[in-house]
């Protein structure tokens, strides 16, 4: 199973209000999508009466509800997982443009002004013909220097001037430099529009995943609203069908939902321990082939014993070792940055949002340490996930402290989500379209480390 597989990475179950359950009737009515309103079969009303005539019946209905309700949660999760997923990727492009951009404006500053420099160049070169021709008892360079500045005129004239035999040392310094100008501005005219081209690119990219983002956030959103109302019925469904109240009913769904969501959890763990264990092997099995190798050439080993610390250390799904394990955070910076989250709660998931009115997961981030003045490394997970790294601010998970960051995904480049924590296995999160910003429990299996942006500070 994919580690992106809704199932490894169930987020929390959408909750039910009783006051909605109370005032149910027969039916509610969806716009579900195609696929699943055709795929999936609910029980009608009459189906639950039915099926209270004998205790077998009732067993197998109530089974089947439990059933949908997973489907439902299952489907939410991967459409949320789907959705930010495309949005990282659309912040990846965006980037990507944001640096294409920048690049395309030096090279052209640049090839700008060494093409004045070339003109200048070319200008003294043409007065250095003129010169030696009137000496020669010609004056053809000056029809070439008047014929303007263009590429080939100022190509013909120190062609012209090169072929000269009567060059001094001095006057050959004022060709070989007018070569030179010349020829680093036609380099950087030819790179400045290769830049150019890519800026183009990048910008088509960055339009395509704009639109991929907003198709998947709309899915998402319909998962969700489709888990929200149907599970409502089939919680009052499960109600009528064990005689009881539709709030006890609820209960009994979110317990199921929370057994199913450890179990699954629980799997996550088990096989990345299992990865885990296989690579750490496969380097113990490389380090001993690397010491066997040199003891048979007379080395001592360290070497390369030494040089595989690192990637022998990055299994797992984080993708890299944490460089430190005790950096104390800043109090004061991860107390504003917590107060700035938590007043947050209850405004939308949009994508790409990042304030003041919505948020997608890494722009709430973002903004929480911007308030307190800390730069974490812009908008996208995975750009907040490599500064980290990069600062040395990354810890074990085990060891987390409330205001680190705690990413899902595979580290660095397939991380999708992140969230804030604040202690006691809760966080603050921008969970996925069709959700709030709300402070949850830390669910499913994230990277086995997180980002500590205040460190050292």
């Not at 001592?300 to 797992?316: A, D, E, I, Q, V």
Request: charged share 15%; glycine share 10%; with cysteine.
């Amino acid at each position: 199973m994919s580690e992106h597989d809704g199932s490894s990475f169930r987020r929390p179950a959408i909750t039910v209000s009783a006051a909605a359950l109370g005032v149910l009737t027969a039916t509610v009515g969806i716009v579900a999508h195609p696929s699943q309103a055709s795929a999936t079969e609910y029980p009608t009303w009459t189906d639950v009466q039915n099926a209270k005539a004998n205790v077998s019946a009732q067993k197998a209905m109530v089974d089947k509800i439990n059933g949908l309700v997973a489907k439902l949660q299952d489907q939410a999760t991967t459409a949320g997982i789907k959705s930010e997923e495309a949005v990282e990727a659309y912040h990846q492009a965006q980037g990507d443009l944001a640096d294409a951009t920048e690049k395309a404006a030096e090279l052209k500053k640049q090839a700008d002004a060494a093409q004045k420099t070339a003109e200048t160049s070319t200008v003294r070169a043409g007065l250095l013909a003129s010169h030696l021709m009137r000496t020669a008892g010609t004056d053809g360079s000056i029809g070439l220097l008047l014929e303007g500045s263009d590429s080939g005129a100022a190509d013909k004239l120190l062609y012209q001037l090169g072929t000269m035999s009567q060059l001094t040392e001095q006057s050959r310094k004022i060709y070989d430099q007018a070569v030179a100008d010349r020829n680093t501005a036609q380099s950087l005219a030819a790179q400045a529009k290769a830049a150019q081209q890519a800026k183009k690119k990048a910008a088509d990219a960055a339009e395509k995943a704009s639109k991929a983002a907003q198709d998947a956030a709309a899915a998402a959103q319909l998962a969700v609203t489709t888990q929200q109302q149907k599970q409502t019925e089939l919680t009052a469904q499960l109600a009528t069908l064990q005689n009881t109240s539709t709030e006890v009913a609820a209960q009994y769904v979110k317990g199921q939902q929370a057994i199913a969501a450890q179990k699954a959890a629980e799997a996550a763990a088990e096989r990345q321990r299992q990865a885990q264990a296989a690579q750490a092997a496969a380097e113990a099995r490389r380090k001993q082939q690397q010491q066997h190798s040199s003891s048979g050439s007379g080395s001592t080993g360290s070497s390369g014993s030494s040089g595989s610390t690192h990637s022998g250390s990055s299994g797992g799904s984080s993708g890299s070792a944490p460089h430190t394990s005790n950096g104390a955070p800043d109090a004061a910076i991860v107390a504003q940055a917590i107060a700035y989250a938590r007043a947050q709660i209850g405004k939308p998931y949009v994508f790409d949002g990042a304030g003041p009115n919505s948020f997608d997961c890494s722009g709430l981030t973002m903004m929480a340490y911007q308030s307190a003045g800390l730069n974490i490394g812009g908008h996208g997970v995975v750009y907040q996930y490599r500064q980290a790294a990069a600062l040395g601010q990354l810890v074990p998970r085990s060891q987390a402290q409330p205001g680190d960051l705690i990413f899902w995904g595979t580290a660095p480049n397939g991380l999708y989500h992140v969230g804030l924590y604040i202690g006691n296995g809760q966080m603050i999160a921008a969970p996925q379209a069709g959700e709030n910003v709300k402070q949850q429990a830390v669910w499913g299996t994230p990277i086995d480390v997180v980002a500590r942006p205040s460190m050292g500070r």
